[in-house]
């Protein structure tokens, strides 16, 4: 699959990195970027709206006060989510016109001082889609060099056939955790595999360390065993239950911490065992398999 050959592993996302999570300045920015690269995480995921449409200057400042080179890095970013924080928005909602979507990626090119973005997004799919609209856009984009590949998020194999009259999918980022494994079953994952489409998982540690319920406590027995067994703390082994799947997921992990992607990269080394995998399963869904 050389579609996913140019990306790392684990893909750092940047949503909390500003006003919406950790509020990180240029200098600690510029070392968690560092940090990052010479750990192996070199695909950054951004969309226009983190931080209320901020986040992508903050990045792109500290990008180019970094002094890494851009070749070493991938860029990913998305569009189409017009809210009312941010913009002068009366309503949220979507947006895909040619206009627009040729407008988000040029302005996250300069915001996120990239040159180009390596694979941009469709954020959310919206009711009003028109694929040749999209396919215009996309193609404009990808014959003056700003855009290498286009992909979609949160879109289910029938809306990704839709926008497939006209135009190439290359990728869907959707919602994967062993709290939240619907990928699996509903024709995404499936859907993927069949087209060589890069897999990328949000929030890929689910609900685990939120939520008491029953379903985490039923997985916290099995995950204190298995940390034992192979060594490592249960967010490794979180990562490493959705990445062993076959559509070959990339985890994008959502922190600013240095030891959590450290620790992230190294979940891409353990190799569950069959029934270590199965056992988790069950316990996420409650009994065991048919």
């Known amino acids: 699959?050389?579609?996913?050959?140019?990306?790392?592993?684990?893909?750092?996302?940047?949503?909390?990195?500003?006003?919406?999570?950790?509020?990180?300045?240029?200098?600690?920015?510029?070392a968690l970027m560092q940090h990052c690269v010479a750990n192996g995480v070199t695909t950054f995921d951004h969309a226009d709206i983190y931080g209320d449409?901020?986040?992508e200057a903050l990045f792109g400042k500290a990008f180019k006060e970094s002094k890494i080179a851009r070749e070493s890095i991938q860029v990913v970013s998305k569009c189409g989510i017009q809210m009312t924080s941010g913009r002068e928005n009366t309503v949220k909602h979507y947006q895909y016109d040619a206009d627009y979507i040729v407008y988000s990626a040029e302005r996250s090119i300069k915001q996120l001082n990239a040159g180009y973005i390596d694979l941009f997004l469709l954020h959310r799919p919206?009711?009003?889609?028109?694929?040749?609209?999209v396919a215009a856009a996309f193609a404009k984009l990808k014959s003056?060099?700003?855009?290498?590949?286009?992909?979609v998020s949160n879109f289910t194999p029938s809306q990704i056939a839709l926008l497939e009259k006209e135009v190439k999918i290359e990728a869907n980022q959707v919602e994967f955790s062993i709290t939240h494994l619907n990928p699996m079953y509903d024709g995404t994952f499936d859907d993927c595999i069949i087209n060589d489409?890069?897999?990328?998982?949000?929030?890929?540690?689910?609900n685990y360390f939120r939520e008491?319920?029953?379903q985490n406590k039923r997985l916290k027995a099995v995950l204190e065993k298995l940390a034992k067994k192979y060594e490592v703390n249960e967010s490794m082994l979180l990562l490493a239950f959705i990445m062993k799947h076959p559509a070959q997921v990339m985890p994008v992990v959502g922190t600013a911490?240095?030891?959590?992607?450290?620790?992230s990269l190294k979940a891409a080394q353990?190799?569950?065992?069959l029934q270590d995998w199965f056992l988790l399963l069950e316990a996420s869904n409650g009994n065991e398999a048919p």
């Open 1 to 30: 699959m050389t579609n996913k050959l140019r990306y790392s592993k684990i893909a750092a996302g940047t949503m909390t990195w500003g006003s919406w999570g950790k509020g990180l300045n240029t200098t600690q920015m510029i």
């Open 53 to 55: 449409y901020g986040n």
């Open 126 to 133: 919206s009711p009003l889609m028109q694929p040749a609209e």
């Open 144 to 151: 003056s060099g700003k855009v290498k590949q286009f992909g």
């Open 197 to 206: 489409r890069l897999v990328m998982a949000w929030s890929p540690l689910g």
């Open 212 to 214: 008491g319920n029953e």
């Open 257 to 263: 911490t240095k030891e959590r992607i450290t620790d």
């Open 270 to 273: 353990i190799q569950l065992d």
